[in-house]
């Protein structure tokens, strides 16, 4: 079946500009995950989806950033007045419901702030 | 707080030589732990996890891991490498706190020498 799916694959941007990225989860999973990559790290949480509401978003790192999923599946996360420091890999992964779960990752989008 | 440490930025080892790519984790509950891998211009894929039942964990790809608690470590290990382990792994530990967000390493790259 498919997989975690993101669009854009890449997208460059200007300082000050507003964007949003897609996340299209595996049918039937109810959990939806944000996290961001940075040159060199490991994957950060930035927010969780349980259904339509955000369970966590305890990992977003300023009020620029915002999340939803209106009907439970497609998650849109949108960043405001974008800075050269959110350049990064964002990727989405979604699940079943339990912390023991596999989060299934998509392959990112690579946000790029000029 | 859950938190994980990945010794090691860089490792390299010959073909058919053993891997063994270190993890230690910081938790304040029983933890699930997690080694994803990581192929260049792909997405996080899950190389095995550990839930609580068996210690000794096993993975695709001749991949395992082994709980212990009392050093709080979960390293990875495979007896032969292959040219095609050559990626990025990453250990993760995740709580039953309700999120269930996954908490990173940094990352270990493992290259592989014919």
């Known amino acids: 079946g498919a997989g975690v799916s993101q669009t854009p694959s890449n997208k460059v941007t200007e300082k000050g500009k507003y964007v949003e990225l897609r996340c299209d989860p595996i049918?039937?999973?109810?959990?939806l995950y944000w996290y961001r990559q940075s040159l060199g790290q490991g994957p950060e949480f930035l927010i969780y989806f349980q259904g339509t509401g955000a369970a966590d978003d305890s990992g977003l790192p300023n009020d620029r950033f915002f999340a939803v999923r209106p009907e439970g599946s497609v998650s849109t996360l949108k960043i405001q007045r974008t800075e050269r420091g959110d350049s990064a890999v964002y990727l989405c992964a979604s699940s079943l419901k339990g912390p023991y779960n596999e989060q299934f990752f998509g392959p990112g989008t690579r946000l790029t702030v000029l | 707080a859950q938190s994980v440490t990945q010794l090691g930025s860089h490792v390299s080892v010959s073909e058919g030589a053993l891997v063994l790519l270190r993890c230690n984790y910081s938790s304040s509950v029983p933890p699930y732990l997690f080694w994803y891998v990581q192929y260049p211009n792909q997405g996080l894929q899950l190389l095995l996890k550990?839930?609580?039942?068996?210690?000794l964990v096993k993975g695709i790809n001749g991949f395992e891991a082994e709980f212990k608690k009392s050093e709080t470590s979960f390293h990875l290990t495979k007896p032969s490498a292959h040219m095609s382990d050559a990626a990025e792994y990453f250990c993760?530990?995740?709580?039953?706190?309700?999120?269930?967000?996954?908490?990173f390493g940094t990352g270990t790259r493992l290259t592989v020498i014919p």
């Open positions: 550990y839930t609580s039942a068996a210690t």
């Open positions: 993760a530990v995740s709580e039953d706190t309700g999120a269930n967000n996954l908490f």
């Open positions: 049918s039937g999973h109810t959990a």
